[in-house]
Protein backbone atom coordinates (compact mmCIF):
# COMPACT_ATOMS: atom_id res chain seq x y z
CA UNK A 1 0.00 0.00 0.00
CA UNK A 2 1.01 3.78 -0.77
CA UNK A 3 1.67 5.56 2.72
CA UNK A 4 2.62 9.33 2.06
CA UNK A 5 3.68 11.61 5.21
CA UNK A 6 5.34 14.28 2.62
CA UNK A 7 3.00 16.04 -0.12
CA UNK A 8 5.52 18.78 -0.86
CA UNK A 9 8.97 17.20 -1.59
CA UNK A 10 9.91 20.06 -3.58
CA UNK A 11 11.58 17.61 -5.91
CA UNK A 12 9.46 19.07 -9.07
CA UNK A 13 10.35 22.75 -8.58
CA UNK A 14 13.05 22.94 -11.74
CA UNK A 15 9.89 21.70 -14.02
CA UNK A 16 11.13 17.57 -13.79
CA UNK A 17 8.97 14.86 -12.04
CA UNK A 18 10.17 11.20 -11.36
CA UNK A 19 8.47 8.15 -12.78
CA UNK A 20 7.43 4.68 -10.91
CA UNK A 21 10.72 3.33 -11.81
CA UNK A 22 12.95 6.61 -10.76
CA UNK A 23 13.39 7.94 -13.76
CA UNK A 24 13.42 11.93 -14.18
CA UNK A 25 11.80 13.18 -17.03
CA UNK A 26 10.33 17.08 -17.77
CA UNK A 27 6.83 17.69 -16.66
CA UNK A 28 6.10 18.73 -20.44
CA UNK A 29 7.24 15.13 -21.46
CA UNK A 30 4.77 12.92 -23.41
CA UNK A 31 3.93 10.37 -20.84
CA UNK A 32 3.26 12.89 -17.77
CA UNK A 33 0.94 14.76 -20.45
CA UNK A 34 -1.02 11.46 -20.65
CA UNK A 35 -0.96 10.54 -16.94
CA UNK A 36 -2.05 14.24 -16.39
CA UNK A 37 -4.80 13.67 -19.04
CA UNK A 38 -5.69 10.14 -17.69
CA UNK A 39 -5.69 12.47 -13.93
CA UNK A 40 -8.24 14.77 -15.38
CA UNK A 41 -10.76 12.24 -16.46
CA UNK A 42 -10.61 10.63 -13.40
CA UNK A 43 -11.40 13.96 -11.68
CA UNK A 44 -14.47 14.16 -14.18
CA UNK A 45 -15.58 10.96 -13.33
CA UNK A 46 -15.84 12.49 -10.16
CA UNK A 47 -17.39 15.06 -10.90
CA UNK A 48 -20.51 13.12 -12.28
CA UNK A 49 -20.51 10.59 -9.34
CA UNK A 50 -21.86 13.80 -7.43
CA UNK A 51 -25.49 12.60 -9.74
CA UNK A 52 -25.43 9.31 -9.47
CA UNK A 53 -26.57 6.36 -7.17
CA UNK A 54 -26.69 2.92 -6.88
CA UNK A 55 -25.77 0.40 -9.49
CA UNK A 56 -24.37 4.12 -11.32
CA UNK A 57 -21.95 4.98 -8.53
CA UNK A 58 -20.64 2.05 -8.15
CA UNK A 59 -19.57 0.87 -11.65
CA UNK A 60 -18.51 4.86 -11.83
CA UNK A 61 -16.38 3.93 -8.51
CA UNK A 62 -14.62 0.93 -10.36
CA UNK A 63 -14.31 3.35 -13.26
CA UNK A 64 -12.03 6.06 -11.13
CA UNK A 65 -9.90 2.79 -9.44
CA UNK A 66 -9.32 1.45 -13.08
CA UNK A 67 -8.28 5.06 -14.32
CA UNK A 68 -5.88 5.05 -11.14
CA UNK A 69 -4.53 2.09 -12.43
CA UNK A 70 -4.19 3.12 -15.50
CA UNK A 71 -2.24 5.86 -14.20
CA UNK A 72 0.17 3.51 -12.62
CA UNK A 73 0.25 1.75 -15.59
CA UNK A 74 1.82 4.52 -17.67
CA UNK A 75 3.88 5.75 -14.74
CA UNK A 76 6.24 2.97 -15.53
CA UNK A 77 7.32 2.96 -19.01
CA UNK A 78 6.93 -0.36 -21.56
CA UNK A 79 4.15 -2.92 -21.97
CA UNK A 80 4.72 -5.52 -19.23
CA UNK A 81 7.04 -6.34 -16.23
CA UNK A 82 5.73 -6.65 -12.49
CA UNK A 83 4.16 -3.55 -12.11
CA UNK A 84 0.43 -2.98 -11.97
CA UNK A 85 -0.77 -2.92 -16.02
CA UNK A 86 -4.35 -2.29 -16.77
CA UNK A 87 -5.20 -5.82 -18.63
CA UNK A 88 -7.78 -7.38 -20.81
CA UNK A 89 -10.26 -7.53 -17.86
CA UNK A 90 -10.59 -3.68 -16.90
CA UNK A 91 -11.51 -3.51 -20.68
CA UNK A 92 -14.34 -6.08 -20.22
CA UNK A 93 -15.22 -5.01 -17.35
CA UNK A 94 -15.98 -1.51 -19.08
CA UNK A 95 -17.71 -3.85 -21.85
CA UNK A 96 -20.05 -4.98 -19.37
CA UNK A 97 -21.02 -2.10 -17.99
CA UNK A 98 -21.53 -0.34 -21.48
CA UNK A 99 -23.96 -3.21 -22.05
CA UNK A 100 -25.59 -2.96 -19.14
CA UNK A 101 -25.77 0.59 -19.05
CA UNK A 102 -27.50 0.38 -23.14
CA UNK A 103 -30.54 -2.24 -21.86
CA UNK A 104 -33.26 -0.46 -22.50
CA UNK A 105 -32.52 1.93 -24.48
CA UNK A 106 -34.43 3.14 -27.51
CA UNK A 107 -31.96 3.40 -30.70
CA UNK A 108 -30.29 5.92 -31.69
CA UNK A 109 -32.03 8.15 -34.58
CA UNK A 110 -29.86 11.46 -34.56
CA UNK A 111 -26.44 12.23 -33.30
CA UNK A 112 -26.67 13.52 -29.25
CA UNK A 113 -25.41 16.64 -28.53
CA UNK A 114 -24.09 17.37 -24.90
CA UNK A 115 -26.96 18.69 -22.40
CA UNK A 116 -30.12 17.30 -21.30
CA UNK A 117 -30.02 16.56 -17.31
CA UNK A 118 -26.96 18.26 -15.15
CA UNK A 119 -26.14 14.36 -14.70
CA UNK A 120 -26.16 13.26 -18.42
CA UNK A 121 -24.33 16.70 -19.05
CA UNK A 122 -21.67 15.93 -16.26
CA UNK A 123 -20.96 12.45 -18.15
CA UNK A 124 -20.75 14.27 -21.63
CA UNK A 125 -17.90 16.02 -19.93
CA UNK A 126 -15.79 13.17 -18.53
CA UNK A 127 -16.27 11.37 -21.84
CA UNK A 128 -14.75 14.26 -23.76
CA UNK A 129 -11.79 14.26 -21.12
CA UNK A 130 -11.48 10.57 -21.59
CA UNK A 131 -11.06 11.10 -25.28
CA UNK A 132 -8.59 13.70 -24.56
CA UNK A 133 -6.76 11.10 -22.51
CA UNK A 134 -7.34 8.75 -25.02
CA UNK A 135 -5.51 10.97 -27.30
CA UNK A 136 -2.60 11.91 -25.20
CA UNK A 137 -1.99 8.02 -24.68
CA UNK A 138 -2.17 7.81 -28.75
CA UNK A 139 0.33 10.60 -28.72
CA UNK A 140 2.44 8.82 -26.49
CA UNK A 141 2.38 5.14 -28.04
CA UNK A 142 3.86 6.93 -31.10
CA UNK A 143 6.86 7.68 -29.46
CA UNK A 144 7.26 4.61 -26.85
CA UNK A 145 6.09 1.74 -26.21
CA UNK A 146 2.59 1.78 -24.32
CA UNK A 147 0.19 -1.33 -22.97
CA UNK A 148 -1.90 -1.53 -25.93
CA UNK A 149 -5.03 -2.56 -22.90
CA UNK A 150 -4.09 1.12 -22.43
CA UNK A 151 -5.55 2.49 -25.31
CA UNK A 152 -8.42 -0.10 -25.43
CA UNK A 153 -9.37 0.50 -21.84
CA UNK A 154 -9.91 4.55 -22.77
CA UNK A 155 -11.88 3.92 -25.81
CA UNK A 156 -13.83 1.71 -24.22
CA UNK A 157 -14.38 4.35 -21.67
CA UNK A 158 -15.83 7.25 -23.67
CA UNK A 159 -18.40 4.63 -24.66
CA UNK A 160 -19.37 3.81 -21.24
CA UNK A 161 -19.74 7.40 -20.64
CA UNK A 162 -21.79 7.90 -23.45
CA UNK A 163 -24.16 5.41 -22.85
CA UNK A 164 -24.42 6.23 -19.32
CA UNK A 165 -25.37 10.06 -20.49
CA UNK A 166 -27.92 8.65 -22.01
CA UNK A 167 -29.53 6.78 -19.02
CA UNK A 168 -29.19 9.66 -17.16
CA UNK A 169 -31.24 11.59 -19.78
CA UNK A 170 -34.12 9.61 -18.48
CA UNK A 171 -32.89 7.04 -20.52
CA UNK A 172 -32.54 8.69 -23.80
CA UNK A 173 -36.42 10.43 -23.07
CA UNK A 174 -34.77 13.89 -22.59
CA UNK A 175 -31.42 13.84 -25.21
CA UNK A 176 -30.92 16.68 -26.95
CA UNK A 177 -30.66 15.38 -30.98
CA UNK A 178 -28.22 17.32 -33.43
CA UNK A 179 -30.44 19.32 -36.03
CA UNK A 180 -27.97 19.40 -38.70
CA UNK A 181 -27.86 22.85 -40.39
CA UNK A 182 -29.79 24.98 -37.94
CA UNK A 183 -26.90 26.34 -35.94
CA UNK A 184 -26.51 29.41 -38.85
Avoid at 143 to 153: F, G, I, M, S
Wanted: aromatic content about 2%; charged content about 25%.
Amino acid sequence: MVKLDVITTRGGDGGETSLGDGARVRKDAPRIEAIGAVDEANAAVGLLRLHTTGEEDAALARVQNGLFDLGADLCVPGEGGGRLRIGAPHVAALDAMTAAANEGLPPLTSFVLPGGTPAAAAAHLARTVARRAERAVVRLAAEEPVNPDALRYLNRLSDLLFVLSRRLNDSGGRDVLWTPGSGA
